[in-house]
């Protein structure tokens, strides 16, 4: 069986001619194969390297993924050599020192109440600790700050027993959510400007908060200063009227989905220029004294804060302008089939008297200096759209620090450089300060709330 088999395999005729087949050809035949498969798969032969073009294509790739490498690593040390250099200026220029004498005196302080309360606290125990913040144990204008009742932070004077928010010499405070400028005062008194000369100040009117919030400036978020509106109490009926005719000129109060209508159009860009122009071109009995009180979280001057009011006034005049220039163009290509409302009038920023205002504006703030840290800058509006500029120092007495006499700086007249000032913190697109509008906005919609002639006294 076998036999048949392997008779049957063979061949029955051959070539005499024919080399002979070994088994080493075999292997050969195969390993050639072998290598024609791995050049053209581009794997290196067992024993030998690639084809010289192809390792030469190879080592360049291989040197350009390295200097990409090294490239963007030596990108990445310059940046962090750069910014290893430029904060430290940061901190240099920015960063408040401690007051070590200050430090050191509190610090003997506490040592002497320690050692004069250690027998009794041996005998009786510790004295029972408050949920009180460190805020306590602060200033304000010379007045300790204190908690009184009903969790109401006020500033009291030192000699006071048992202070309340009701005491005629207490300060009821706000907190402004910055160390720099821990509180503001819920109400001031400002004087009447129309009385204001040479003589002095008549501080008989008074004023209540309506919002407040801190300005800052480039991506490190850099505190300049505190600002805040305030509203003379005596025209808060009439500004909780107009804002409630804004939304419905029927009703004496707003419920919550008018609120949040209202809420929505004074945080709009175009919505709020118009409903704070409407507001402040009002004269006479419908018009509203305002406020604004700034307060710097570090030492600057009138220059800094001068330019930064400048180039606000100037980017809203030049915005008016533009979108003039655009609905003129606009009813040039309708060949005046059709009438598009006007921003404002023509030529209203455009005239001599208003380029003579701003330099009055301009006048107030220059030649001033320093405005040290904690001083007062108010900025108030009156009926009549007068802006005025009042400042209050700080001053050292008795090592303590106390706000001086204020100092009346000048006032503008035109009407529209005030209206252009408030516009800054109120309406637009692009406001001096976002959080101190969100906060204004919450404030009005509080005394919105409430029946018109009621709000007196409630702002909270």
């Given at each position: ?182 509180y503001f005062p819920r109400t001031i008194s400002l004087p ?105 979280c570090r030492g600057t001057d009138f220059k800094h804060l ?137 404030g009005c919609i509080a005394i919105t709330e409430r029946p ?9």
């Open positions: 069986m076998m036999s048949t088999r392997l008779a049957a395999r063979r061949p029955l005729f051959q070539c005499l001619n024919a080399p002979v087949r070994s088994r080493n050809a075999s292997h050969q035949a195969r390993n050639d194969v072998d290598a024609l498969l791995r050049q053209a798969q581009g794997r290196p032969l067992p024993g030998r390297g690639l084809k010289p073009e192809l390792d030469t294509v190879s080592t360049h790739r291989a040197n350009a993924v390295e200097i990409a490498r090294l490239k963007k690593r030596r990108n990445w040390l310059a940046l962090g050599a750069a910014l290893s250099m430029i904060a430290p200026i940061f901190l240099v220029k920015l960063w408040d020192l401690p007051d070590l004498e200050k430090d050191k005196a509190a610090l003997k302080e506490a040592q002497e109440a320690n050692r004069s309360t250690g027998i009794v606290d041996t005998v009786m125990g510790p004295p029972t600790k408050t949920d009180s913040p460190r805020k306590a144990a602060e200033e304000f204008q010379g007045k300790k700050v204190v908690i009184a009742a009903g969790d109401k932070v006020i500033a009291a004077p030192t000699d006071a027993e048992n202070p309340q928010a009701s005491d005629a010499d207490a300060i009821e405070l706000v907190e402004t959510g910055t160390s720099y400028v821990p009447n400007t129309s009385a204001v000369g040479s003589e002095g100040f008549s501080s008989d009117s008074e004023y209540q908060l309506l919002g407040l919030g801190i300005r800052k400036v480039s991506f490190l978020r850099v505190q300049v200063y505190v600002v805040g509106l305030y509203v003379k109490t005596a025209d808060l009926s009439t500004l909780q009227n107009h804002l409630i005719n804004t939304v419905n000129p029927t009703a004496s109060a707003l419920i919550p989905g008018e609120k949040e209508d209202l809420r929505k159009a004074l945080l709009d860009p175009e919505r709020s220029t118009q409903i704070w122009e409407a507001i402040l071109s009002r004269d006479g009995i419908g018009a509203v004294d305002m406020a604004f009180r700034v307060v710097p001068q330019d930064a009011w400048m180039r606000g006034i100037a980017s809203r005049t030049d915005e008016v302008r533009r979108k003039q220039a655009e609905l003129l163009r606009q009813q040039a290509a309708e060949n005046k089939r059709i009438s598009l409302p006007k921003p404002v009038e023509e030529g209203e920023f455009a005239d001599e008297s208003f380029g003579l205002a701003m330099k009055e504006f301009k006048g107030i703030f220059t030649g001033k200096g320093k405005a040290p840290k904690g001083s007062v800058i108010i900025l108030t509006r009156n009926k009549k759209g007068t802006l005025s500029a009042m400042y209050q120092t700080v001053v050292q007495a008795n090592g303590k620090e106390k706000m001086g006499k204020p100092a009346f700086l000048g006032e503008v007249l035109d009407p529209r450089v005030s209206r252009l000032v408030w516009l800054l913190y109120l309406g637009g697109q692009n406001v001096s300060c976002e959080e101190a509008r969100k906060n204004i906005v919450n018109v002639g009621t709000v007196e006294g409630m702002v909270q």
